[in-house]
């Protein structure tokens, strides 16, 4: 079968993907892979903000809940109250103030979605909630994320242990890691690629937010 997931984008802005680049997914099998040929040379008239900088990648399974933005208002209230009473221990050792649960806040930054570039999970709304539907009438899952930032204000729960070191670096040198990847989706945007697996052609749709 198939055990390799590629995703290629055009680095310009098109209108069919709401201003971002426009993707294409391709399943391959490794198996099948010989030589590799090297990276084409970007085209002179791309966005270099769109191009991304060779990394490494340290992946990192976290559990995550759903974003406050696919929950109503009471919800978000018992949950700010279940946090208060039952998360002391968690907060404190975030750092955190008990949420006033009228306007919650601790759920939406800290306990529910991980921000960055992920697969799978769920996706971090900076718009309202827009899970795309699949011709067939399904909701689309969230597949991958590719995130201009790592970690945004949040740093106290998104960033790895062993770069908290990096808050005490100069603003440069925390950007690097900030940005591993050089891209500037918008304005710290993050572009989600959907998938529906109950069709046979696992069909994919891309949704691009940013503030
Ligand atoms: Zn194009
Ligand atoms: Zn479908």
């Given at each position: 079968g198939e055990d390799l997931f590629q995703l290629l984008w055009c680095p310009h802005d098109h209108e069919s993907a709401g201003g971002a680049p426009l993707s294409m997914v391709k399943w391959r099998s490794a198996?099948?892979?010989?030589a590799l040929a090297p990276n084409p040379a970007p085209?002179?008239?791309?966005?270099s903000r769109y191009l991304c900088e060779p990394c490494n990648v340290a992946p990192e399974r976290v559990v995550e809940y759903p974003p406050g933005a696919e929950l109503d208002l009471d919800q978000l209230e018992a949950i700010a109250e279940w946090l208060n009473a039952h998360a002391a221990e968690d907060l404190q050792a975030l750092g955190l103030e008990p949420d006033d649960p009228e306007d919650p806040a601790n759920y939406e930054h800290h306990f529910s979605v991980a921000q960055g570039t992920k697969v799978g999970g769920h996706v971090k709304w900076i718009q309202s909630a827009s899970r795309p539907e699949c011709t067939c009438g399904r909701p689309m899952d969230h597949l991958v994320t590719v995130a201009s930032a790592e970690w945004d204000g949040a740093w106290e729960r998104w960033l790895p242990m062993d770069e908290r070191?990096?808050?005490?670096?100069?603003r440069d040198q925390q950007r690097a890691l900030q940005c591993a990847a050089d891209?500037?989706?918008?304005?710290m945007g993050n572009y989600h690629v959907f998938i529906c697996r109950a069709c046979p052609s696992w069909p994919t749709w891309p949704v691009f937010q940013c503030s």
């Open positions: 198996a099948d892979l010989h085209a002179p008239t791309s966005e070191h990096v808050r005490e670096l100069s891209l500037m989706l918008g304005d």
